[in-house]
């Protein structure tokens, strides 16, 4: 049976399993630092909704919590 080696997401060395590795789902202390500090710094995206998806952007006319003159 082959096994499954799980690849670093930052610096492509192995993983050992989460019951032998604190730092799971990376190699090391210093590539999960380096992982938090990446989304700290915004360098990753969590892509938004589709505009036509977001009911805060339907015109004020057509919100159903609004009324014509409310600001």
């Not at 799971?24 to 995206?45: A, H, I």
């Amino acid at each position: 049976m082959a096994m499954n080696v799980r690849e670093c997401s930052i610096c492509k060395k192995p993983v050992a399993p989460r019951a032998e590795n604190p730092a799971f789902p990376f190699c090391s202390k210093r590539c999960r630092m380096v992982d938090l500090g990446r989304w700290l710094g915004e360098e990753y995206r969590v892509p938004d909704r589709q505009v036509d998806e977001q009911e805060d952007e339907l015109p004020t006319e057509q919100h159903p919590d609004r009324t014509p003159g409310d600001a």
